[in-house]
């Protein structure tokens, strides 16, 4: 019964941690030579984890992420080297174990450095894919990673997901409202929330703009347009007018959401609460981390080619894609910057100091080797 409320709660109100306890899990039969995955302690993770290795034999180690999901976790500092160290140095996994080998997930990449866990540990770690339906081709192939393995997806199902999981405690709060003040439209309410959030994340990628606001913007007008058409016709007032309304607001609530749960776009949210001052919400922290602090503008990510070693890290651990490993000099390029959403892995992963986040000079202009957001 517990475990089925956990599933109901981290399926519908992802925006909390749902934490399950740290520590070595087997999956299937696992043995000495068996490979050791490492997770966060969020209890939906671990459970979607377990369905998708089924039929497998292999280590799961769950290390410590606060309860929270490994990307967000990760992003906010709660995921990360201290967390997969202590797991390895805590959990037992060194004596059930031959190998000296953990599989990272690449999603927490802006939290743990590898550098830093293999330091501390002595232990090898390696990335595996972002998805975990793909942790067993990998397995299979030899721990072989394609490009579809290294980057990130916002499918249709992958949005309604995690809108669905963020989404849905705003979507409980209005209905609480209208219950509260205004009984007469609650049906209304929840007829007409529901319709605005399959219409938006439904059509996202045909609506115009790039960010969640822009977007929900463009829907806003629409819809205010159409109030205005219909309230000419019915000078006594509209009987679409609360519906109109109400689409109006439940869209600009999604739309302001969907850079914290759009894994290609970075968040519009998060760096207007820093500018707030707000130092963090749950476990996510916002203000003077160096990502709010890229995001609004206050550092640049800047590239180094002279510097550059060639190790790959970046190109292995950026989930959009935004780097590629030069052919002649073997060094990395810059190949898409636009791309960059600021989540800051590749920077925690480069160990030549080739990539760093410096304050922004705002009197200078973008040159070729630097990110600018
Ligand atoms: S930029 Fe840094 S992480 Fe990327 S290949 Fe060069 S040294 Fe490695
Ligand atoms: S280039 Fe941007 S998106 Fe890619 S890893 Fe670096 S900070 Fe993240």
Redesign the pocket.
């Known amino acids: 019964m517990m475990s089925l409320l956990k599933t109901i709660w981290g399926l519908l109100f992802r925006l909390f941690p749902c934490p399950a306890p740290t520590g070595l899990r087997e999956i299937g039969h696992p043995g000495p030579q068996s490979p050791v995955l490492v997770t966060c302690n969020f209890d939906l993770t671990i459970k979607r984890l377990k369905k998708a290795l089924e039929g497998l034999d292999v280590w799961l180690l769950v290390a410590q992420s606060g309860g929270v999901n490994v990307w967000c976790a990760a992003g906010g500092d709660e995921f990360n080297t201290h967390s997969v160290v202590s797991a390895i140095k805590t959990s037992g996994i060194g004596r059930k174990v031959t190998h000296r080998t953990i599989i990272l997930p690449p999603l927490s990449g802006p939290g743990v450095s590898i550098a830093a866990v293999r330091k501390a540990t002595k232990w090898n770690a390696r990335w595996g894919p972002v998805r975990a339906e793909d942790i067993r081709r990998y397995i299979k192939t030899g721990f072989r990673r394609d490009e579809g393995m290294r980057r990130v997806t916002y499918t249709l199902t992958e949005r309604l997901d995690t809108a669905l999981g963020s989404l849905f405690p705003f979507y409980l709060l209005g209905g609480a409202l209208f219950a509260l003040f205004d009984p007469s439209l609650l049906v209304n309410y929840l007829l007409v929330a529901t319709a605005a959030f399959l219409f938006f994340f439904l059509a996202l990628d045909s609506i115009p703009g790039e960010r969640g606001i822009v977007k929900a913007g463009y829907v806003a007008l629409a819809l205010l347009v159409t109030l205005a058409i219909t309230e000419f016709y019915h000078p006594n007032g509209s009987p679409y007018r609360s519906s109109l309304i109400i689409a109006v607001v439940m869209i600009f609530v999604y739309g302001s959401e969907l850079g914290g749960l759009a894994p290609h776009l970075p968040s519009d949210l998060d760096p207007f609460l820093a500018r707030l001052g707000v130092g963090a919400v749950g476990n996510v922290a916002f203000a003077g981390t160096v990502r709010t602090e890229l995001l609004n503008g206050y550092r640049e990510l800047t590239?180094d080619h002279e510097i550059?070693?060639?190790?790959?890290?970046?190109?292995e651990i950026c989930p959009q894609g935004v780097?590629r490993m030069g052919e002649d000099s073997k060094?990395?390029i810059l190949a898409d910057r636009d791309k960059c959403t600021a989540c800051r892995a590749?920077l925690l992963?480069?160990?030549?100091g080739?990539?760093q986040a410096k304050k922004r000079d705002r009197n200078e202009p973008a040159g070729n080797s630097y990110i600018y957001l």
């Open positions: 590239y550059c070693e060639g190790c790959r890290n970046c190109f780097w060094r990395a590749c992963q480069c160990q030549s080739a990539i």
